[in-house]
């Protein structure tokens, strides 16, 4: 089953605000990655993290993998909103080749 | 470059119907995966393959059956297409580094399959 836990499962955003959301797991991670779905659309890689502690910008997009390789955090700074989408967390083990995905935290523009 | 092709892109079957999804990649991947996403249930692999000639079952498989005859080409098979199996089907496909390093997985851009 599944074995990453993200949060939240749902935000609004309003434009200019920052936005944060983690990820969470049991277990050690020696990768993990976030990936943005646009309606419609397959995941697409926005970050990808390899070192325990490390922190990786793109854009105004700012990921860290955590200390513990258990958690990951990303957050989106001056959100617009074209930032609307489903974000998913995935963590990589060294075995293998698959990705655990998390349930995705999906980013909604406030009414 | 395409990266990830998905066919079709709808599709609308009636209980016990078969279908096959097709799933082309042009970037020399090894590997190749079958994903379904479900609202509230994130991304579930259904099946994925290492290699050509290879297949093996991922977190939810029963219903299902791949086939991996090319490097290029991933298939997805229902035999006997039930309303549970209503989902939209994701392929996704990456390298193989020898070092166990990934960069990340390409997704085509999905298969809305309804059964009715």
């Known amino acids: 089953g599944q074995q990453l836990n993200q949060s939240p499962q749902s935000m609004f955003i309003q434009e200019g605000e920052d936005v944060s959301m983690n990820c969470t797991s049991s277990?050690?991670?020696?990768?993990w990655l976030w990936y943005k779905q646009d309606p419609g659309e397959g995941p697409v890689l926005l970050i990808a993290l390899y070192k325990a502690g490390e922190l990786t910008s793109n854009g105004r997009l700012t990921a860290q993998f955590g200390i513990t390789r258990k958690d990951s955090f990303l957050n989106i700074s001056a959100s617009i909103p074209s930032d609307v989408g489903i974000y998913f967390c995935?963590?990589?083990?060294?075995?293998?080749?698959?990705?655990?995905f998390g349930g995705g935290t999906r980013v909604l523009v406030k009414p | 470059n395409a990266g990830v092709t998905q066919t079709p892109k709808f599709r609308v079957l009636k209980t016990g119907q078969s279908m096959t999804l097709l799933c082309a990649q042009d970037m020399n991947h090894e590997y190749m995966y079958w994903y379904r996403q479900d609202p509230g249930m994130g991304l579930r692999l259904i099946h994925y393959s290492v290699g050509e000639g290879t297949t093996a079952k991922g977190e939810v498989p029963d219903g299902y059956n791949v086939s991996r005859l090319k490097k290029q080409n991933f298939l997805l098979g229902l035999e006997s297409a039930a309303p549970s199996q209503t989902s939209v089907y994701f392929c996704?496909?990456?390298?193989?580094?020898?070092?166990?390093?990934?960069?990340?997985?390409?997704f085509g851009s999905g298969t809305r399959l309804t059964v009715v």
């Open positions: 277990s050690i991670f020696n990768t």
């Open positions: 995935a963590g990589h083990k060294a075995a293998g080749n698959k990705l655990t």
């Open positions: 996704a496909s990456s390298n193989n580094v020898p070092t166990g390093v990934i960069y990340g997985y390409t």
